[in-house]
C-alpha cells in the first residue's frame, strides 16, 4: 500500500492540526509586523529627510540672498559713506578674508565640532553681521561686519554641499535644488534691496536680513541637534559610508589632494564671475547705459536665470555628459556676455544678463557632483567644504579686481566679466579635466 504525500501541494494532504494552524497563524502575524514596521521606518526617514533638506535648501536661500544684497545697494552705500568705488569695493576683500577662513576653520573643526554644531555657529555669525549692518554704523565698521558674514555663509555652505553629496540617491537632483535654493534667494534679495536703496533708511534692508537669518538658526537648531554628520544621515536611511584607515588627521589629508585644489581654484572662478555680474551689472547699467535706480532688477533677472538653469537643464546634463555640457554652458555665456557689452540696448542687455544666468547656474552643482564623486567618503565633508569655502573667495576677490581695474577708466565694467569668462574660466575647465583624469 503506497502513503500519499501529506504536505506537498500533488496529492491529497491531512488535514492541519491545531498546533499547525497556531504556527502558521503566528508566522503571518509576524511577517505583518515586519511589514508594518519596514513601512513606518521608511515613513519616518522620508518625513526627516524632508526636514532635512528642507532646513539645508533655507540655508543656501540666505546665502544666495547675502550675496546678492549689495548690488542694489552700493551707489546708496557710496553716497551715504562718501566714499568712492575702490573704498566700497573693500567690503568684498573683508568678506574674501572671512571666506577663506571659514573655509580653513570648516576643514579644521568639522570632525571635532561635528556637522549640526558647526552649521549653528556659522549662522550665528550671519546674525551677528546683520545685526552690526542694520542701524548703518561707521563705515570701517561696517565693512568688518562682512568678514563674519563670509565666514558663517563658508561654512553653512561647506555643510551644506557636504551633506547633499553624501546621500547616494538622487544626489544630482537634490544638488541641484539645493543650488536653486541659492538662485531663489538671489533673485528675491535685489527685488526689495532696490527698494530700499532709495528710501532714507536703506540700511534697514539688513533687518529683513536678520530676521532671516534668526529663522534659519531656529531651523538648523531645531533639525539638526548638534548631531554628527553620519547620525543625520543614518535617521534618513542612509548607510553610513567607509571610514578613514589612516594614520594622518583629516585636515592634512585633504591638503594633500591635488585634485581637490584644482576644484578649489575652479570655483574660485567661477563664483568669482557669477558673483561679478550680479553685483556690479547695476552699476554697469546705470553707468554706461543711462539706467535708472530700477537697474537693480536687472540683477534679480541673472539670479532667477541662475535659479532656473540649475533646475531646467538638469536633463540636458544628463544627456550630454557633465563634462562636455560645461564647455557648451561657457561659450554661450561669453557670446551672450558680449551682447551685453557690445550692443547699446538697455532691454536687449537684461534679457542676455538673464540668459547668462541660466547657463552659468548648472556648472556649480556639477562642480559639487563631480567632488562627491570621486574624493573619499571620510573626506568628503571637510573636501566639499574646503572647495565651497574657497570658491566662495571669488565672490570677493573677482568684483574687488573688477572695480579696482575697470573703473579707474570708468565705464568698462563688463569689458572685464567678458575677459573674466574669456581667459579664467576655460583654463579651469582645463584644469578640472586634467583633475578627472588623475581620478
Known amino acids: 500500500m503506497e502513503l500519499q504525500p501529506i504536505s506537498s501541494g500533488i496529492g491529497p494532504s491531512l488535514p492541519a492540526t491545531p498546533g499547525e494552524e497556531s504556527v502558521k497563524s503566528l508566522n503571518s502575524n509576524v511577517h505583518r509586523d515586519e511589514d508594518h514596521?519596514?513601512?513606518?521606518?521608511?515613513?519616518?526617514?522620508?518625513?526627516?529627510?524632508?526636514?532635512?533638506?528642507?532646513?539645508?535648501?533655507?540655508?543656501?536661500?540666505?546665502?544666495?540672498?547675502?550675496?546678492?544684497?549689495?548690488?542694489?545697494?552700493?551707489?546708496?552705500?557710496?553716497k551715504v559713506y562718501d566714499v568712492g568705488f575702490l573704498l566700497v569695493s573693500l567690503t568684498f576683500v573683508v568678506s574674501c578674508v572671512g571666506f577663506?577662513?571659514?573655509?580653513?576653520?570648516?576643514?579644521?573643526?568639522?570632525?571635532?565640532?561635528?556637522?549640526?554644531?558647526?552649521?549653528?555657529?556659522?549662522?550665528?555669525?550671519?546674525?551677528?553681521?546683520?545685526?552690526?549692518?542694520?542701524p548703518a554704523p561707521p563705515f570701517p565698521l561696517f565693512a568688518i561686519s562682512f568678514s563674519l558674514n563670509g565666514f558663517g555663509i563658508a561654512i553653512q555652505n561647506a555643510q551644506t554641499n557636504a551633506?547633499?553629496?553624501?546621500?547616494?540617491?538622487?544626489?544630482?537632483?537634490?544638488?541641484?535644488?539645493?543650488?536653486?535654493?541659492?538662485?531663489?534667494?538671489?533673485?528675491?534679495?535685489?527685488?526689495?534691496?532696490?527698494?530700499?536703496?532709495?528710501m532714507q533708511h536703506w540700511s534697514f534692508h539688513y533687518l529683513v536680513s536678520l530676521g532671516l537669518a534668526l529663522s534659519n538658526v531656529i531651523m538648523l537648531t531645531l533639525t539638526f541637534r548638534g548631531r554628527t554628520l553620519?547620525?543625520?544621515?543614518?535617521?534618513?536611511?542612509?548607510?553610513?559610508?567607509e571610514t578613514n584607515t589612516s594614520d594622518r588627521s583629516n585636515f592634512r589629508q585633504i591638503l594633500s589632494l591635488r585634485g581637490v585644489h584644482i576644484?578649489?581654484?575652479?570655483?574660485?572662478?567661477?563664483?568669482?564671475?557669477?558673483?561679478?555680474?550680479?553685483?556690479?551689472?547695476?552699476?554697469?547699467?546705470?553707468?554706461?547705459?543711462?539706467?535708472g535706480?530700477?537697474?537693480?532688477?536687472?540683477?534679480?533677472?541673472?539670479?532667477?536665470?541662475?535659479?532656473?538653469?540649475?533646475l531646467a537643464l538638469l536633463w540636458l546634463n544628463q544627456k550630454v555628459g557633465e563634462q562636455r555640457v560645461l564647455y557648451l554652458y561657457?561659450?554661450?555665456?561669453?557670446?551672450?556676455?558680449?551682447?551685453?557689452w557690445l550692443v547699446p540696448s538697455l532691454i536687449g542687455g537684461a534679457v542676455a544678463v538673464a540668459l547668462i544666468g541660466v547657463f552659468l547656474g548648472p556648472i556649480y552643482p556639477i562642480v559639487m557632483n563631480h567632488a562627491g564623486r570621486v574624493v573619499p567618503r571620510w573626506l568628503l565633508s571637510g573636501s566639499i567644504g574646503w572647495i565651497a569655502g574657497f570658491g566662495q573667495a571669488g565672490s570677493a576677490l573677482l568684483?574687488?579686481?573688477?572695480?579696482?581695474?575697470?573703473f579707474k577708466g570708468r565705464h568698462q565694467g563688463s569689458s572685464t566679466v567678458a575677459h573674466l569668462h574669456d581667459g579664467n574660466v576655460p583654463n579651469s575647465l582645463g584644469a578640472r579635466s586634467n583633475f578627472t583624469s588623475q581620478n
Open 263 to 291: 576644484l578649489a581654484f575652479f570655483t574660485l572662478v567661477y563664483v568669482g564671475v557669477e558673483v561679478t555680474i550680479g553685483g556690479w551689472i547695476t552699476t554697469y547699467i546705470i553707468d554706461v547705459r543711462d539706467g
Open 100 to 134: 577663506i577662513s571659514g573655509a580653513l576653520m570648516n576643514v579644521h573643526w568639522t570632525d571635532k565640532v561635528g556637522f549640526g554644531r558647526m552649521i549653528v555657529f556659522g549662522a550665528l555669525l550671519q546674525v551677528a553681521a546683520y545685526s552690526i549692518q542694520a
Open 399 to 406: 568684483p574687488f579686481y573688477n572695480w579696482s581695474y575697470c
Open 230 to 241: 553620519d547620525e543625520c544621515l543614518s535617521l534618513v536611511g542612509e548607510a553610513v559610508g
Open 293 to 310: 535706480p530700477s537697474a537693480g532688477y536687472i540683477s534679480s533677472g541673472f539670479f532667477g536665470g541662475i535659479m532656473v538653469g540649475r
Open 330 to 340: 561657457v561659450v554661450l555665456a561669453i557670446s551672450l556676455e558680449l551682447i551685453v
Open 37 to 78: 514596521e519596514s513601512q513606518g521606518a521608511s515613513s519616518s526617514h522620508v518625513i526627516r529627510a524632508r526636514l532635512h533638506l528642507c532646513a539645508i535648501y533655507f540655508s543656501m536661500f540666505l546665502a544666495g540672498w547675502n550675496d546678492a544684497s549689495n548690488g542694489p545697494l552700493i551707489p546708496r552705500m557710496q
Open 163 to 198: 551633506y547633499v553629496a553624501s546621500l547616494r540617491l538622487n544626489s544630482e537632483l537634490y544638488m541641484g535644488m539645493l543650488h536653486a535654493s541659492y538662485g531663489a534667494g538671489a533673485l528675491s534679495s535685489p527685488l526689495l534691496a532696490t527698494q530700499f536703496a532709495q
